[in-house]
């Protein structure tokens, strides 16, 4: 059974880059656009990974991480932080919020296929 991943990002190009990075690979990929998207199809679709942008419109990634953390059964889902931010303040936040990576825009959409497969498989 293919490994679910949700991808978490207001920008419809960069959902669709990662998309396009896991197509042909072994993955179910879930989108979401806004914080409150991720947590309903979080809940829903049980996903074995979340990639997750952090500066959202609405809810931001943080808040959506710590509210699907609070659900019953998501205490461990590893996360994959991307923001646009390169600041040394957000990676400590990544890890306060327990990222298993930090990935800053723009990222090699490779690396993070890789880091995706050595999680997962």
Sequence with gaps: ???????VDDQENMRLML?????????????AATG?????KATAEKPDLIIMDIMMPGIDGYTAIT????????????F?????????????????FGAVF??????????ILKKAKELLV
Excluded: C
Excluded at 19 to 31: G, P, R, V, Y
Excluded at 102 to 111: A, I, L, N, R, S
């Design 1 to 7: 059974m293919a490994k679910k991943i949700l991808i």
């Design 19 to 31: 998309k396009l990075t896991f197509d042909d690979e072994d993955f179910e990929l879930i989108e």
């Design 36 to 40: 409150l998207q991720a947590i309903e």
């Design 67 to 78: 509210r699907i953390r609070n659900a019953p059964g998501f205490k461990e889902i590893p």
């Design 80 to 96: 994959f932080i991307i923001t646009a931010k390169e600041d040394s303040n957000f990676k400590k936040l990544s890890k306060v």
């Design 102 to 111: 930090h990935f800053t825009k723009p990222f090699d959409p490779e690396h």
